[in-house]
């Protein structure tokens, strides 16, 4: 028996198919240009034609780039988005938990929270190092007054793990607490109460029976925490004092270099971002697995 005709396609789906195309290489053709052209070789420039393949400019990236010690900002990140990714994990968690009843002030300290995301980064990072700035010039004429030997070895409060950290938990813990909120808005209570009727005191309800569960929850709030982190730039621009995350050494490095060692290095942290969302969703899938076979 012969198959029927399959129907045809309406205009609107290859309308429609065609923006999603078209939405496709304008988000991820740049990131593949860059890619390619990274691995150029020694005769290659910042543009086509591709002349060469080799890992040349990766070898000069490794050998460093002028005066800027590419690894030391690379550690930097790497230790920034670590701390921030934990604090964020467990701030939202304890937020998550606290909202989960009524919170006396809880609706405005939801709008204060929510509120770091729409305000333009460039101007938190300002306020932020002006907040540090005038904490600074405080301390310093408390100590001239105080402990002058101090006073003269004081430089600043800024730092990386100071008004730097800050200036990204502004950015990162509204998504996570925005995560965990629709966590939670879906949790079944009902898992709480068998364990508290069959003798669980609340902490061990919420070892065994709550962290499970929200457990791949908490492992995506913790790569957003850190991929956010990884390539911020506006919020850390006035904030993080005298040494430069990646993403700050990168910004600079476009106006002064003119040779594929920069996509080299785009390259490289990019890899790392795609890493850290392999490991997590390989981490998330595990704990699945492990959940369903118990």
């Keep these: ?3 029927p005709p399959r129907p045809s396609r309406p205009a609107s789906f290859w309308l429609l198919g065609a923006v999603f195309t078209a939405f ?28 060469g393949v080799s890992l040349h400019w990766f070898a000069k990236l490794w050998e460093g780039i002028g005066v800027i010690d590419i690894g030391a900002a690379f ?27 009524r919170l006396p002030g809880g609706t ?5 929270v929510v509120a770091s995301l729409i305000m333009p980064s460039i101007i938190v990072s300002l306020g932020i190092g002006l907040m540090f700035r005038l904490l600074d ?27 730097g950290l800050g200036a990204q938990l502004t950015w990162t813990l509204p ?14 209570p009902a898992y709480e109460e068998a364990a508290r009727d069959l003798g669980a005191t609340p902490w061990q309800s919420f070892v065994h029976v709550v ?3 929200i457990g791949p929850s908490l492992v995506g709030v913790g790569m957003f925490g850190f991929t956010l982190s990884w390539d911020e730039i ?11 995350t990646l993403p700050l050494e990168l910004q600079g490095l476009t106006t002064t270099v003119t040779t594929p060692v920069i996509y080299a290095l785009g390259t490289v942290t990019t890899v790392v971002s795609f890493l850290v969302m392999g490991l997590t969703l390989a981490t998330v899938w595990l704990w699945q697995r492990r959940q369903r076979a118990a």
Aim: cysteine-free; proline content about 5%.
């Design 108 to 112: 405005p300290l939801f709008y204060v």
């Design 234 to 244: 506006a919020r850390s621009s006035q904030a993080m004092g005298d040494l430069n």
């Design 75 to 101: 550690r930097r990140s790497l230790a920034l988005g670590a701390v921030v990714m934990a604090l964020t994990v467990g701030f939202a968690l304890l937020a998550g938990l606290a909202y989960r009843k």
């Design 1 to 3: 028996m012969a198959k």
């Design 211 to 213: 962290l499970p569960l």
């Design 137 to 163: 010039t405080g301390l310093k004429a408390g100590l001239e007054a105080w402990w002058p030997a101090a006073a003269e070895t004081f430089n600043t409060t800024l730092g990386l793990f100071s008004s």
């Design 175 to 188: 998504f996570g607490l925005l995560i965990m909120f629709a966590v939670f808005n879906r949790f079944n």
């Design 24 to 51: 496709v290489i304008f988000l991820y053709g740049p990131m593949l240009a860059i890619f390619v052209l990274s691995f150029q070789g020694p005769e290659g420039g910042l543009t086509f034609p591709l002349r």
